[in-house]
Antibody
Framework: QLQLQESGPGLVKPSETLSLTCTVS??????????WGWIRQAPGKGLEWIGS???????YYNPSLESRVTIFVDTSENQFSLKLSSVTAADTAVYHC???????????WGQGTLVTVSS | EIVLTQSPGTLSLSPGERATLSCRAS???????LAWYQKKPGQAPRLLIY???SRATGIPDRFSGSGSGTDFTLTISRLEPEDFAVYYC?????????FGGGTKVEIK
């Protein structure tokens, strides 16, 4: 059974970089059949796709965040990570990691982790 | 970018009633790559429907999806107590992937 678990600081100061990691268990991040993604939900708001990565390192980002986002994969640790730079209060959200098939939607999700941007 | 508009914003219904949720896209969704998710507070989104009309594994048959092009519908034939939640549509046919703003199904 695939499990995805987000981890990282729950509090980040404005202008700093948010860093989160998603640990994958019950499946290999090196599989050629899947993309690995990050999605967030700000308080009281809807879901927002941040970006996705393939095991090869190919990345796809939401243009609205692209200038501040980096997603990378660590196949040796079976993890993938998100970095979001120059954060503001608008980046306060629950961040979910998830898995999709090739040209598919997200069938598997992590529970999510709340990141608050505040001084 | 494909903008998805969900309506209504809130649906107030009683258990046993039928729920009809709409998702309209600003342009045609490629190959009907349209999904529906159920979201409850503090929980991960749950995939209900993919490819506009295919139920995901383990999803009860009271959930059904239909539509193509720019107009899609999620129908819950008879609401169970556990179905009261927020529902999101998502298109995954073109990048960036986008979600609708959600429809809240609440108990009347």
């Amino acid at each position: 059974q695939l499990q995805l678990q987000e981890s990282g600081p729950g509090l980040v100061k404005p202008s700093e970089t948010l860093s989160l990691t998603c640990t994958v268990s019950g499946g290999s991040i090196s599989s050629s059949s899947y993309y690995w993604g990050w999605i967030r939900q700000a308080p009281g708001k809807g879901l927002e796709w941040i970006g996705s990565i393939y095991y090869s390192g190919d990345t796809y980002y939401n243009p609205s965040l692209e200038s501040r986002v980096t997603i990378f994969v660590d196949t040796s640790e079976n993890q993938f990570s998100l970095k979001l730079s120059s954060v503001t209060a608008a980046d306060t959200a629950v961040y979910h990691c998830a898995r999709s098939g090739i040209t598919s939607c997200y069938a598997d999700w992590g529970q999510g982790t709340l990141v608050t941007v505040s001084s | 970018e494909i903008v998805l508009t969900q309506s209504p914003g809130t649906l107030s219904l009683s258990p046993g009633e039928r729920a009809t949720l709409s998702c309209r896209a600003s342009q045609s969704v490629s190959r009907s790559y349209l999904a529906w998710y159920q979201k409850k507070p503090g929980q991960a989104p749950r995939l209900l429907i993919y490819g506009a009309s295919s139920r995901a594994t383990g999803i009860p048959d009271r959930f059904s999806g239909s539509g193509s092009g720019t107009d899609f519908t999620l129908t819950i034939s008879r609401l169970e107590p556990e179905d009261f939640a927020v529902y999101y549509c998502q298109q995954y046919g073109s990048s960036p992937l986008t979600f609708g703003g959600g429809t809240k199904v609440e108990i009347k």
